[in-house]
Each structure stands twice: as C-alpha cells, then as structure tokens.
Nanobody, 122 residues
Framework: QVQLVESGGGLVQAGGSLRLVCAAS????????MGWFRQAPGKEREFVAA????????LYADSVKGRFTISRDNAKNTVYLQMNSLKPDDTAVYYC???????????????WGQGTQVTVSS
C-alpha cells in the first residue's frame, strides 16, 4: 500500500506560482509512474501531468502545457508540480497519484493522495 501526501497548495494571485509536493511512503517509489490530477467544484477530475518511473517521459494536459512542470526525485520518494503563470481556472483540489504501469493521462492509477487545495484569485 502506497501512501501519498500532498502539500504546497494555497491561495495565490493570478500570474503567481506555487510548487506542489507529493511525498510517497513506498521504498519502491521508483517503480511507479506518477501523476497529478485536479478537480474543480462541480467538475469532473481531470488529468494535469504525469512522469514516468525514470523521469524520461512527461505528459501534460494542453491547458497547462508551458506553464506547469512535473518532476520527481526518486532518492527522496517525491514528485513535484511547479505551477507558473497561474490562472483562476487552475483553482481546484490537486491530487497526486501512483501507478505501477506505464505513464498515462487516464485515471487508471492505483493509489491516490488526499489532495491539496489551490486557489487562484483574479
């Protein structure tokens, strides 16, 4: 059982930046592809970004491409989401997820964190 704990959310003005952090409990963290998803009020959960086990492959939703960067540090069992040029539409609860298989944009991940709130004011 992999436990994922997100942190780094908060309130920021439009145009600002935040860095989300997801810490994993699993010693075999490097064997999991990792993803970030988000869910805004009244909307379905959507894919944001994903990174492969070795960090050789990254995937992004079109809505965040060029503004967000996903990275990981396997030595620290941690994955990051650097968010720049934030917009009010980025307001959502952001979730970290882990998957044993290949990197993917769909929601077929095996483990999920509890989420961290990101609010972008206009």
């Amino acid at each position: 059982q992999v436990q994922l704990v997100e942190s780094g959310g908060g309130l920021v003005q439009a145009g600002g930046s935040l860095r989300l952090v997801c810490a994993a409990s699993e010693r075999t963290f490097s064997t999991y592809a990792m993803g970030w998803f988000r869910q805004a009020p009244g909307k379905e959960r959507e894919f944001v970004a994903a990174v492969s086990r070795s960090a050789g492959t990254t995937l992004y939703a079109d809505s965040v491409k060029g503004r967000f960067t996903i990275s990981r540090d396997n030595a620290k069992n941690t994955v990051y989401l650097q968010m720049n040029s934030l917009k009010p539409d980025d307001t959502a609860v952001y979730y970290c997820a882990a998957r044993r298989g290949a990197t993917t944009k769909d929601s077929r991940y095996d483990y999920w964190g509890q989420g961290t709130q990101v609010t972008v004011s206009s």
